[in-house]
């Protein structure tokens, strides 16, 4: 069998994407628009972006910077963070806007959800508005109860919020971010939709190329730690089922995170991985791995926007088969970032 030695896919967009604000933009904005058209960007900023005329704003401020970088053919698409109180009203701005959905942190899951939903119960109003507009709802799926085991959250949210909710809003578009655990996979793989386009998920390269143990390899790995926490071995081996079978339910979300090296490397270190440097290079590796880069341009291009109605992109990229050496470091407005695998080898290379 001949060896594969360059892939050219369609254009691919990220659908689950974190970019922060400020000055940060300039430094991380440049490595996701040189793979990416598109990318669902997060919310959860401070203050989070909770109405229309905020994610307006935030909008304006990505703009401005890719012009000030000179970067064209790149398009934020704006998310809402949900909350107890997020009016229903709000949701009939969201169209208009061109607002891509709400994102759903449950309080206290992850960076910079304090003030995410408490009882997904306060928001029954607002979802029902959503699930007749046809605005999708984003979910960072894990329980955050003290008395839940940090590796068991993802599977409990399935049974005691994902499940009800999909049995009280049928219609709803529901997009289980980031999952992390077989029970995940086979969940969306499996679920009930009336033959509609109702479920969807994201799925890192982090979660596709390591297990858990890759927090503590030969000590604490700070800048391998994100939310939801990586798994055992046989949710990673799921998570590679989920992504390379063909199924138009999963499609790629990078979560790339950026936080200074110094808040990694802390006594309470953030959560997030910094994957926007390589990522199509990360995944790219998992579905050579698997044997399946017949499958790598529709989990990269097609499902995604297939799911969200939008256009396939009609621009291509190639990856060519050379190993690119990952930066020990990065700059990041006056400090640095640590990127995913950093001064080590990625097999795959952006064609520039």
Known sequence: MTAVTSITLTQPDDWHLHVRDGDVLKYVLPHTAKQFARAIIMPNLRPPVTTVALANAYRGRIEAQLKASGITGFTPLMTLYLTDNTPA????????????????????????????VTNIKHCYATLEAMQKEGVPLLMHGEVTHAEIDVFDREAVFIDTILEPLRRDFPEL?????????????????????????????????????MNRNAIFAGGI????????????????????????????????GTDSAPHAKGLKENSCGCAGCYTAFNALGLYAEVFEAANQLNRFEAFASFYGPDFYLMPRNTKTITLHKVAQKVPEELPLAETVVVPLRAGETIAWSLAE
């Open 89 to 116: 009203e709000e949701v009939r701005k969201v169209r208009e806007a061109g607002v891509a959905g709400f994102k759903l942190y449950p309080a206290g899951a992850t960076t910079n959800s304090d003030a995410g």
């Open 173 to 209: 578009k529901i997009v289980f971010e980031h999952i992390t655990t077989r029970q995940a996979a086979h969940y969306v793989r499996d679920a009930h939709t009336n033959n509609k386009n109702t479920l969807a998920a994201t799925i890192t390269p982090q979660h596709l190329l």
């Open 221 to 252: 790995r700070p800048h391998n730690y994100c939310l939801p926490v990586l798994k055992r071995e046989e949710h990673r081996l799921a998570l590679v089922d989920a992504a390379t079978s063909g199924n138009p339910r999963f499609f790629l």
